[in-house]
């Protein structure tokens, strides 16, 4: 079974830039989840989608940070502008139902300077 | 907010010993997880146990549950350098957002 596919890997922007990224979650799994992990720390949920309706985006930087998935499969996750705290790995995660474990992909590692 | 908190934030063990993590947490949950990341595997979910359940097993892991102290424990028998890894607990406090709240982790070290 394919895992969850995340590009880019890398990533470097400039501060004010825009950057996105693109999260495939595994086969028919209808829960996907963007997490941001700063170095040292444990992930930090950013936004959760059922299908393609957003679940909880509460923590959701909305002044910066936009979230799609259309079509109920892929999702992008934009940030626009970017800030210097914005420099962390953005983890993107899927599951088979709501209260079900979590398979996350490899991340994308963003550095803002 | 951090929900859940590792304790210690570091171990450094002699392969074949055994491993104990602690993790605390604040709300009521409705499942508690562990996950193992390091710079190989990325994010890899371990355990998952419900509020119901008190003790669960995956081959060379234990993780117990007390929901009365907010607690949660991973244990890791006879360890082997693969485990060196940083293990984070998660919580789901449920309510239909599933979202994990995750800690900052234990940093664990196998030494051969």
Known sequence: EAGVAQSPRYKIIEKRQSVAFWCNPISGHATLYWYQQILGQGPKLLIQFQNNGVVDDSQLPKDRFSAERLKGVDSTLKIQPAKLEDSAVYLCASSLAQGREQYFGPGTRLTVT | ?112
């Open chain 2, 1 to 112: 907010s951090q929900q859940g908190e590792e304790d210690p934030q570091a171990l450094s063990i002699q392969e074949g010993e055994n491993a104990t993590m602690n993790c605390s947490y604040k709300t009521s949950i409705n499942n508690l997880q562990w996950y193992r990341q390091n710079s190989g595997r990325g994010l890899v979910h371990l355990i998952l146990i419900r509020s119901n359940e008190r003790e669960k097993h995956s081959g060379r892991l234990r993780v117990t549950l007390d929901t009365s102290k907010k607690s949660s424990s991973l244990l890791i028998t006879a360890s082997r350098a693969a485990d060196t890894a940083s293990y984070f607990c998660a919580t789901d406090v449920g309510g239909g957002a599933d979202g994990l709240t995750f800690g900052k982790g234990t940093h664990l070290i196998i030494q051969p």
